[in-house]
């Protein structure tokens, strides 16, 4: 099995409050999304790596990657109008075959595992379409559009992770279809194909960090 990776590095860093996007913010010393290639590569030297990323974000990433002597092999992709768009640029430096698997991760997710990565790939080749998930640990309750709310049982939800593993002609198919509002992830994006979506066990420190207190928990766990 071929493998690929599609990273997804879009964000801006508004929650983060900086002007610096949070992609390429340093946690313990390493940029994230430097972090997050490295995880991939480490797992498969061999896998193809695709990293999307808004135009006017290249400059500064080159320099970056210059500054710290980033050397992992990557293609680079411009990012679109959304992430569905941006995903979709991404594959189009992705073989497609029924031998062919594609992860798409977020770039901001440096932290998961290869064990988690793999069963993904292995579920994938499988069954076509593969999501790494975690149990809901809180009480969950539903807010209805009425504004009343109501409690649901947690045991019946799970949390998303990336990455989010498929047959890479599948996914070509799937991402041939318009863009829809509905679309929160590639799963999604797969669903609506009608093809079924495998859930695999994900790792909990797989969090994506989007706020100045993941990027404080993501220092404290390094340094552990």
């Not at 079924?196 to 909990?204: A, F, H, K, M, P």
Request: aromatic content about 10%.
């Amino acid at each position: 099995m071929k493998k690929y990776v599609v990273i997804v590095a879009g964000g801006k860093g508004l929650r983060m409050g900086t002007d610096v996007p949070k992609q390429f913010l340093p946690v313990a010393g390493l940029p994230i999304l430097m972090r997050t290639i490295r995880k991939f590569h480490d797992y498969d030297p061999q896998m193809g790596i695709v990293v999307v990323l808004p135009a006017h974000q290249i400059p500064y990433w080159n320099d970056l990657c210059a500054e710290y002597h980033f050397d992992v092999p990557y293609q680079l992709a411009l990012g679109g109008e959304t992430r569905f768009h941006s995903v979709k640029n991404g594959l189009a430096y992705v073989a497609y075959a029924s031998d062919v698997c594609v992860a798409v991760h977020d770039g901001v997710r440096p932290f998961v595992s290869e064990s988690v990565i793999d069963a993904a790939f292995v579920e994938a080749q499988r069954s076509g379409a593969a999501v790494p998930v975690v149990p809901v640990v809180d009480s969950i309750r539903e807010v209805l559009s009425d504004g009343s709310n109501m409690a649901r049982n947690r045991g019946d939800f799970r949390l998303v992770q990336t990455p989010q593993v498929f047959r890479s002609d599948l996914l070509r198919k799937a991402y041939e279809q318009p863009y829809c509002e509905a679309f929160t992830d590639d799963a999604s994006v797969v669903e609506r194909l009608g093809h079924q979506v495998s859930l695999t066990e994900g790792n909990r420190e797989n969090i994506k960090i989007t706020t100045v207190f993941d990027l404080k928990w993501a220092e404290a766990f390094l340094s552990e």
